[in-house]
């Protein structure tokens, strides 16, 4: 089975930008692997931030934006804010295989 | 307003079953793709089973394969997850997650549930 790898912890100023990445132990991340983002905060449900790469849900602030970025699906903030303080999970798709989470990112605004 | 509500976790001792519930509200289940996550204590997601929404295609992690059967009642608008032969490894808050389309590959999440807790434990 594939694994899906994220950066375990990463650190932003309030308003400032960061990026997650999301990389496949299969080789580049494509479109093809439709990449989701997830965010979740603590005692809470996973909430679907990003679809299909880029697409964004009703719900999800527009500072949030997911793209591809060296071979890995990434997810930008941009203008961090305290209540994005969270941990967030990317999901690959794979042809003829499961979908996979990768490990998480926790995100801390400070 | 779209929701998922997750019912019948509990304590269960290794190697006895346990059947979850997925109740779905606001939407036909029958039109979507439906997912169940789990995520152990203090630990990530794992995607655990998905069924299309006509309940022609279904799919397992391995971890699960063999133990577990998903299946769509559409008169009570609800999914079942009948887990089986359960180990502590098991132990898992369960999620219920609607798919975006009707099948479950590629996935593509919108609601998820709050979860159900299951603990397998003597």
């Known amino acids: 089975q594939p694994v899906v790898t994220q950066e375990p912890s990463l650190t932003v100023s309030p308003g400032g930008t960061v990026t997650l990445t999301c990389a496949s132990s299969t080789g580049p991340v494509s479109n093809g692997h439709y990449p989701s983002w997830f965010q979740q905060k603590p005692g809470q449900a996973p909430r679907t931030l990003i679809y299909q790469t880029g697409n964004r849900h009703s719900w999800t602030p527009a500072r949030f934006s997911g793209s591809l970025l060296g071979g890995k699906a990434a997810l930008t903030l941009s203008g961090a804010q305290p209540e994005d303080e969270a941990d967030y999970y990317c999901?690959?798709?794979?042809?003829?295989?499961?979908?996979?989470f990768g490990g998480g990112t926790r995100l801390t605004v400070l | 307003e779209v929701h998922l509500v997750e019912s019948g976790g509990d304590l269960v001792q290794p190697g006895r079953s346990l059947r979850l519930s997925c109740a779905a509200s606001g939407f036909s289940s029958d039109d979507y793709a439906i997912h169940w996550v789990r995520q152990a204590p203090g630990k990530g997601l794992e995607w655990v089973a998905g069924?299309?929404?006509?309940?022609?295609?279904?799919g397992y992690a391995d971890s699960v394969k063999g133990r577990f059967t998903i299946a769509r009642d559409s008169a009570k608008n609800s999914l079942y997850m009948q887990m089986n032969s359960l180990r502590a490894e098991d132990t898992a808050l369960y999620y219920c997650a609607k798919d975006r389309g009707g099948g479950y590959e590629p996935a593509a999440f919108d609601i998820w549930g709050r979860g159900t807790m299951v603990t397998v434990a003597s």
């Open positions: 069924i299309s929404w006509n309940g022609g295609n279904i």
């Open positions: 999901l690959l798709s794979y042809s003829h295989d499961r979908p996979v």
